[in-house]
Antibody, heavy 126, light 110 residues
Framework: QVQLQESGPGLLKPSQTLSLTCTVSGGSISSDVYYWSWIRQHPGKGLEWIGYIWHRGSTYFNPSLKSRVSISVDTSKNQFSLNLSSVTAADTAVYYC??????????????????WGQGTLVTVSS | QSVLTQPASVSGSPGQSITISCTGTSSDVGGYNYVSWYQQHPGKAPKVLIYDVSKRPSGVSNRFSGSKSGNTASLSISGLQAEDEADYYCSSHTSSSTEVFGGGTKLTVL
């Protein structure tokens, strides 16, 4: 069974850079079938897709966050990471990492977020 | 990209059926059959219920079903149970090769 676990600082000051890592176990991050994604959820609010990365480095981002976001992958550690620069209180949220299956067993494009981490709360406060 | 539009809340009694809508545009919901639905209980990570508009992953109850017409997708839950009380989110792939979620719907089982 695939498991994902987020890690990183839970408290940041405004203007700092948020850095989180997701460690994947029970499966290889180097599979061509999956993208690896970050999603966040503001307190009491809905889900917001941040972006995702393929193990070969291709990335896609939410246009509203694109100027501040980067996602990288370390295949040797089976990890992928999120950096969000110049944070403000509006970036306070639970951050989830998730696996995005891109293709079904027949090889057809079929995206879905099939495994999620438990989420980690990041608070931005002075 | 704009958040997909869902009703803020729906409710139903045990045993009844409910439907949750998810409205987007021709650049997401209407343009592709790549709508998925997620259930989230308080303090938990979301769980996928439906993908590709109407397909159920192994292990998901057949009380959950999905459909789409034009720019609007729908999730139906039949035979409501107390354990179905949760937040529900739709998601769609977009023409920009990105993903977008709906604003979420809180289901109350009366």
């Amino acid at each position: 069974q695939v498991q994902l676990q987020e890690s990183g600082p839970g408290l940041l000051k405004p203007s700092q850079t948020l850095s989180l890592t997701c460690t994947v176990s029970g499966g290889s991050i180097s599979s061509d079938v999956y993208y690896w994604s970050w999603i966040r959820q503001h307190p009491g609010k809905g889900l917001e897709w941040i972006g995702y990365i393929w193990h070969r480095g291709s990335t896609y981002f939410n246009p509203s966050l694109k100027s501040r976001v980067s996602i990288s992958v370390d295949t040797s550690k089976n990890q992928f990471s999120l950096n969000l620069s110049s944070v403000t209180a509006a970036d306070t949220a639970v951050y989830y990492c998730a696996r995005v299956r891109q293709r079904d067993s027949s090889g057809y494009f079929s995206p879905l977020f099939d495994f999620w981490g438990q989420g980690t709360l990041v608070t931005v406060s002075s | 990209q704009s958040v997909l539009t869902q009703p803020a809340s729906v409710s139903g009694s045990p045993g009844q059926s409910i439907t949750i809508s998810c409205t987007g545009t021709s650049s997401d919901v209407g343009g592709y059959n790549y709508v998925s639905w997620y259930q989230q209980h308080p303090g938990k990570a979301p769980k996928v219920l439906i993908y590709d508009v109407s397909k159920r992953p192994s292990g998901v109850s057949n009380r959950f079903s999905g459909s789409k017409s034009g720019n609007t997708a729908s999730l139906s839950i039949s035979g409501l149970q107390a354990e179905d009380e949760a937040d529900y989110y739709c998601s769609s792939h977009t023409s920009s090769s990105t993903e977008v979620f709906g604003g979420g719907t809180k289901l109350t089982v009366l």
